[in-house]
Nanobody
Framework: QVQLVESGGGLVQTGGSLRLSCAAS????????MGWFRQAPGKEREFVAT????????DYANSVKGRFTISRDNARNTLYLQMNSLQPDDTAIYYC???????????????????WGQGTQVTVSS
């Protein structure tokens, strides 16, 4: 099993920045593709960004492209999401996810991931 714990959420004004972290523990050698998702009240969980094990391949939802940057530090077993130019529409609970299949790339679907964190709240005030 792999445990994922997100941190770094909070309240920020429009145009501000936040950096989310996701610390992995347990059988971390089984994690390959990782991703960030978010879920706003009354909406389905949606894809935000994904990154390959090496970190060389990344992809983003159109809504965050150019504003968010996903990265990972495998030595520290940590996934990051740098969020700039935040907008009220970015308000949501943000979740990190990991997949055990080394062949999975790209991975945009909620169902494709094996492990999930508990989420961290991001609120952007207008």
């Amino acid at each position: 099993q792999v445990q994922l714990v997100e941190s770094g959420g909070g309240l920020v004004q429009t145009g501000g920045s936040l950096r989310l972290s996701c610390a992995a523990s347990g059988r971390t050698f089984t994690t390959n593709t990782m991703g960030w998702f978010r879920q706003a009240p009354g909406k389905e969980r949606e894809f935000v960004a994904t990154i390959s094990y090496s970190g060389k391949r990344v992809d983003y939802a159109n809504s965050v492209k150019g504003r968010f940057t996903i990265s990972r530090d495998n030595a520290r077993n940590t996934l990051y999401l740098q969020m700039n130019s935040l907008q009220p529409d970015d308000t949501a609970i943000y979740y990190c996810a990991a997949d055990a299949d080394p062949r999975s790339w790209p991975l945009y679907s909620v169902r494709g991931y094996d492990y999930w964190g508990q989420g961290t709240q991001v609120t952007v005030s207008s």
